[in-house]
């Protein structure tokens, strides 16, 4: 009698950032009983949303922005992703309370979370409209605005711990802006599954991340190599501030506010144009 054939990992994509490692660290070295094997490939979240365009891996890390574009597709998990308070995407200027009318904008997608919580702040607080929009990696945005090359940036991750280290400053809190404006925390990236998958493995991909999401609670300096190790040089004070702000209640379960929050950015965003609207049940996991 042959040995039974074990099942193919699943294929899953996700940044290198220390939230994200912290999350999948259990589940991706096999210390989550039960769950699928994980063949992981790291990539910016620009480049995981066009996979996700593109109908490429099993699961994926994406920006909330993307999912109007991938849900006939794609499953939303209810848990494992990025929402929070005080975490926002930050507007950086070389001079305080610069005018943004007109100006030269460096962007990390036009396809991101950080985009369209921008986008909603400009038709809010810039009235004659800001200039040009330049897409460059996140990594390159706030040298560029340092040096002149653009105007303002609009950063995410790590930087808002570090900005003042290029002689910047904070024009904006996109983060502050939606809080304000509507109550509710900011839905930043998610987590999606194929929905070919079929509704008890997708169910199971749930209740994996959720229960590695707790691993990594209950002993967080077993994770500590993994997310060192792909932190990008660093320093491992930061990368325990980052994990701090984006890895929190709403990464173990969405819940009644995480859903609020991920429907209304995407019902204003496409009210306002930017993206096309959802499907009722679209949301709806599996």
Same mark, same amino acid.
């Given at each position: 009698?042959?040995? &039974? ?41 620009? /480049?995981?949303?066009?996979?996700? !365009? ?7 890390? /994406? ?14 998990? +209810? ?15 070389? &001079? ?7 100006? $030269? ?7 991101? $979370? ?24 996140? *990594? &390159? ?15 995410? *991750? &790590? ?16 983060? !502050?802006?939606? !809080?304000? $404006?509507?109550?509710?925390?900011? +839905? ?29 609670? #209950?002993? +967080? !300096? ?13 320093? +491992?004070?930061?990368?325990?501030? *980052?994990?701090? =702000? ?34 009722? #049940?679209? =949301? $709806?996991?599996?």
């Amino acid at each position: 009698m042959s040995p &039974e054939k074990l099942p193919e990992p699943l294929r899953i994509a996700y940044s290198p950032c220390p939230n994200d490692t912290f999350v999948f660290d259990a589940w991706a070295h096999g210390r989550v009983p039960g769950a699928p094997a994980l063949d992981v490939t790291f990539a910016d979240i620009d /480049v995981t949303n066009g996979m996700a !365009e593109r109908g490429e891996f099993d699961v994926l890390k /994406v920006s909330y922005a993307v999912l109007p574009y991938v849900l006939d597709e794609y499953a939303l998990l +209810p848990c494992g992703g990025a929402l929070g308070r005080g975490c926002g995407p930050l507007v950086l200027t070389r &001079e305080p309370d610069a005018d943004l009318t007109g100006r $030269t904008i460096a962007v990390p997608s036009e396809r991101s $979370t950080a985009y369209l919580l921008f986008r909603l702040w400009a038709a809010d607080t810039v009235p004659g409209g800001v200039g040009e929009i330049v897409v460059m990696p996140f *990594h &390159e945005i706030m040298p560029a605005v340092r040096d002149g090359k653009v105007d303002a940036g609009l950063v995410i *991750h &790590e930087a808002r711990f570090t900005y003042q280290n290029y002689g910047l400053h904070k024009l904006a809190d996109m983060g !502050e802006h939606w !809080e304000l $404006t509507t109550g509710l925390p900011i +839905p930043l990236g998610a987590i999606i599954a194929k929905r070919s998958l079929g509704q008890e493995r997708l169910t199971a991909l749930a209740e994996a991340a959720r229960t590695s999401v707790r691993a990594a609670w #209950d002993d +967080p !300096e077993a994770s500590r190599p993994y997310v060192l190790a792909h932190a990008q040089e660093m320093d +491992p004070a930061v990368a325990d501030q *980052h994990i701090g =702000l984006y890895v929190n209640e709403f990464t173990a379960d969405l819940g009644e506010d995480g859903y609020a929050a991920v429907r209304g950015l995407l019902t204003r965003a496409a009210a306002e144009g930017l993206v096309p609207p959802l499907g009722p #049940d679209a =949301l $709806t996991f599996p």
